[in-house]
Every structure is written in C-alpha cells, then in structure tokens.
C-alpha cells in the first residue's frame, strides 16, 4: 500500500483516498502540432522500473493534483511536491541520488 503525503492540506494518505493520474512532466502537444508529436504525447510513455514521477489527486481529500516521486520496483515513496511545479524540487533529486547514486535523473 502506498502512502503519500499531499503537498497542499498536509495529509497522508493511503492510495485507496487518491486517484492515479499518469506520468507526470510531459510535454503536451495540441492543435497545430506534427502528427508523430500529438501520438508520441497521447500514446508513449516511460514505464520505468526504478524510480518514476506520477500525477496524484487527492480524490477523498482536498481534490487538488500534486506530483509524486516513488520507486516502481520497491514502490518507496521519495516525496511529493505541487502539480505546478515544472520539475522535481533540488532537494527531492538530491535525496532520490543520495538513495540511489546510479540514477540517471528525471528527464
């Protein structure tokens, strides 16, 4: 079970409370954009084994996204942080190198 805490009201919570919402940091390609980048933003995705950023909502909660860093392989959580933010804090990148120092980072 995972347990993540929400940036916004504080609470931690378990993802029963939580709705799932993706990858997170991606760029986004609309109207007026090349064919193969409209399908590579709506089809290709990372799916790593090893540390990953995703999109959460705390449905049962406050109702506000926020982004997660966590370990699909062990499923540690390293933190979480505001939906706004256009990528991950220095302070989490630094812990999840401190943990583990083969990570090739977040992009």
Sequence with gaps: ???????????????TELTPGGEA???RFG???????FEAYMFARKNPKGVHF?????AYGCG???LAARCTATLEVF???PAQCPEPPPELVKKIKAKRP???GWK
């Design 79 to 81: 933190g979480t942080y």
């Design 1 to 15: 079970m995972l347990l993540l805490e929400c940036p916004y009201c504080g609470v931690k919570a378990e993802e």
């Design 54 to 58: 995703e999109r959460w909502r705390h």
């Design 102 to 104: 083969n990570w090739k």
């Design 25 to 27: 940091h991606l760029k």
């Design 64 to 66: 506000k996204w926020f």
């Design 31 to 37: 109207p007026g954009s090349a064919p193969e980048e």
